[in-house]
């Protein structure tokens, strides 16, 4: 019996929680990975303020490297958190995106006000997306 497009679906894109606060991990499919300081600079950047141009990451990530160096370091990046993942984390071209099945813990906690300046933070961050968005 043939199984349904649901079923592959779920299967080929286990849903994904990336935890930024407190303890930053990956939980995928029921693993936790833990997640270097740059893997987890990289997924809150582009949680954060993501679409982001490639370029940009990559420079704001590795300052000090040749631009050459920075988008190397980057698609090494990129390839290594989705083979530990095992399934891709962010759409990548031309920018980058979180995919629509990787949630973070940081909209719930701003909807819930669980945290002290949860609005503070949101316009900030607003700010910081406006920043980071420039060229």
């Given at each position: 019996?043939?199984?349904?497009?649901?079923?592959?679906?779920?299967?080929?894109?286990?849903?994904?929680?990336?935890?930024?606060?407190?303890?930053?991990?990956?939980?995928?499919?029921?693993?936790?990975?833990?997640?270097?300081?740059?893997?987890?600079?990289?997924?809150?950047?582009?949680?954060?303020?993501?679409?982001?141009?490639t370029?940009?990451?990559?420079?704001l990530?590795?300052?000090?490297?040749t631009?050459?160096?920075?988008?190397?370091?980057?698609?090494?990046?990129?390839?290594?958190?989705?083979?530990?993942?095992?399934?891709?984390?962010?759409?990548?071209?031309?920018?980058?995106?979180?995919?629509?099945?990787?949630?973070?813990?940081?909209?719930?906690?701003?909807?819930?006000?669980?945290?002290?300046?949860?609005?503070?933070?949101?316009?900030?961050?607003?700010?910081?997306?406006?920043?980071?968005?420039?060229?």
């Amino acid at each position: 019996m043939p199984r349904s497009a649901t079923s592959l679906d779920s299967k080929a894109t286990p849903a994904c929680e990336l935890c930024l606060l407190g303890a930053t991990v990956l939980r995928v499919g029921g693993r936790t990975i833990a997640l270097s300081a740059k893997d987890a600079a990289l997924l809150a950047l582009v949680a954060c303020a993501g679409p982001l141009r490639t370029e940009r990451v990559a420079g704001l990530l590795w300052p000090a490297a040749t631009a050459r160096q920075a988008d190397t370091s980057l698609r090494q990046r990129l390839y290594r958190l989705r083979r530990e993942a095992q399934t891709p984390l962010m759409d990548s071209a031309a920018t980058l995106s979180l995919r629509p099945e990787v949630h973070t813990d940081l909209a719930g906690a701003i909807a819930s006000d669980e945290h002290a300046g949860a609005e503070r933070w949101c316009r900030w961050l607003q700010q910081e997306q406006v920043t980071l968005a420039r060229p």
